[in-house]
């Protein structure tokens, strides 16, 4: 089966950023808004887009997100650009506590594609319950935010006519969850955006924040700043015990650490105000660990 993509409208205004004026007038002029359709390289019949606060730059006219981690060569498996660094460790980063994933994506050094900003954690389940989990990867997100999901991975083709909650975690942000089971649409796809609605938040809890507006639309995106996810609740939350890890490694350059929320591959006081824009929030998504 054949997977289409639609491109977030941001992404053109960041070619006209770039300069590729005359290109992006074209794409605007063929793709009016956000309807493009492209391939995704791996024949995925799950498309998601999804936005780390931490990794856009607040105040900015698009929410486009910046590839440091990837440009330093800090990503896990590549080679650092700074010779005087020791490269991260190959595959995915989420083989350690709490999360205890233990699979077994990876990338090789020089494969990645620039436009990844970093790994994602992706889970399905039938039920807000984590014990209803059926299916789980880790993911790249690119900087337009879409997640590119590992070519060897596929749910279960039993679940093609179930509608699943679809969770996405990150090392230094707040987990979501889609707010109701998402059915794959007439194409056979499982498609969602997190960035055009809020997530799942009962109970006071907090789901994404709204990171701006765009062309009249809330932009919403995963709080920074959840460097301890280790002593989490029964859900997410951001307080003292982030900032504590934050104060160990702050000063720290050239390396890939949870406690780098903006993700520039530095723990400085740029990732303390993401912290302390939003210490006090917490998340009532069971994440099950
Ligand atoms: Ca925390
Ligand atoms: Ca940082």
């Not at 700074?82 to 490269?87: G, K, T």
């Not at 969850?177 to 809020?198: E, K, W």
């Amino acid at each position: 089966m054949t997977t289409v993509y639609e491109k977030p409208t941001w992404q053109y205004i960041a070619l006209f950023k770039k300069g590729y004026l005359l290109v992006a007038i074209l794409l605007l002029i063929c793709f009016a808004n956000k309807n493009t359709q492209a391939q995704l390289p791996n024949g995925s019949t799950i498309e998601l887009y999804v936005v780390l606060e931490g990794a856009t730059t607040p105040g900015a006219s698009n929410f486009a997100m910046r590839t440091d981690l990837n440009a330093r060569g800090l990503l896990p498996g590549q080679t650092p650009i700074n010779p005087l660094v020791p490269p991260t460790p190959p595959g995915q980063p989420y083989n350690i506590p709490p999360w205890n994933y233990n699979g077994n994506e990876t990338m090789i050094t020089d494969a990645w594609a620039p436009t990844v900003v970093d790994w994602l954690l992706v889970s399905f389940r039938t039920d807000v319950d984590p014990s209803t989990e059926v299916a789980k990867t880790a993911a790249f997100l690119t900087d337009g935010a879409l997640v590119i999901f590992p070519a060897n991975f596929a749910l279960d083709a039993s679940y093609d006519n179930t509608p699943l909650y679809i969770v996405i975690e990150h090392r230094s942000h707040i987990g979501i969850m889609s707010p109701t089971p998402v059915s794959r649409n007439a194409g056979g796809i499982l498609h969602y955006d997190f960035y055009s609605q809020d997530s799942f938040h009962p109970g006071g809890g907090s789901g994404q924040k709204v990171l701006g507006t765009f062309l009249g639309n809330d932009i919403y995106g995963m709080f920074a700043g959840n460097f301890n996810q280790l002593v989490d609740g029964l859900g997410y939350d951001i307080n003292a015990t982030d900032k504590v890890l934050w104060s160990a490694d702050n000063g720290i350059y050239d390396n890939y650490l949870p406690t780098d929320a903006n993700l520039d591959g530095n723990i400085d006081g740029q990732d303390k105000i993401l912290w302390s824009r939003n210490n006090g929030i917490f998340s009532n998504l069971p994440h099950g660990y």
